[in-house]
């Protein structure tokens, strides 16, 4: 069965980088899409980024596009969001989560489609931008 680890998740400064990790155990992420969401407390989660399973296609949230980055190592079994330009309001928890199907804006961004076509969710990894 298919489990998710985030890691990398820090205190940085604001304009800071972080690179947050997605490692994968007891199946192939090959054939997965992954999604980067976040959370902060009393907030619902909000999509960042997602790749497709196969890395050709991404996309991103109007809030993080041209700050991070979102790509894949199927060898490794790893999704890594590297994350540049950081502001104190990207402080959340970031989890990342599988699904089976295309890597679509729509499920991305619209809650009740994530919680429906994401059926593998990590633990999460907190990010704090602060000075």
């Known amino acids: 069965q298919l489990q998710l680890v985030e890691s990398g998740g820090a205190l940085v400064q604001p304009g800071g980088s972080l690179r947050l990790s997605c490692a994968a155990s007891g199946s192939s992420l090959d054939h997965y899409a992954i999604g980067w969401f976040r959370q902060a407390p009393g907030k619902e989660h909000e999509g960042v980024s997602c790749?497709?399973?196969?890395?050709?296609?991404?996309n991103y949230a109007d809030s993080v596009k041209g700050r991070f980055t979102i790509s894949r190592d199927n060898a490794k079994n790893t999704v890594y969001l590297q994350s540049n330009s950081l502001k104190p309001e990207d402080t959340e928890v970031y989890y990342c989560?599988?699904?089976?199907?295309?890597?679509?804006?729509?499920?991305?961004?619209?809650?009740?489609?994530?919680?429906?076509?994401?059926?593998?969710w990590g633990q999460g990894t907190q990010v704090t931008v602060a000075s």
């Open positions: 989560a599988a699904r089976i199907g295309p890597c679509s804006i729509e499920a991305l961004t619209n809650t009740a489609r994530t919680i429906t076509e994401y059926g593998t």
């Open positions: 790749i497709s399973s196969s890395g050709a296609s991404t």
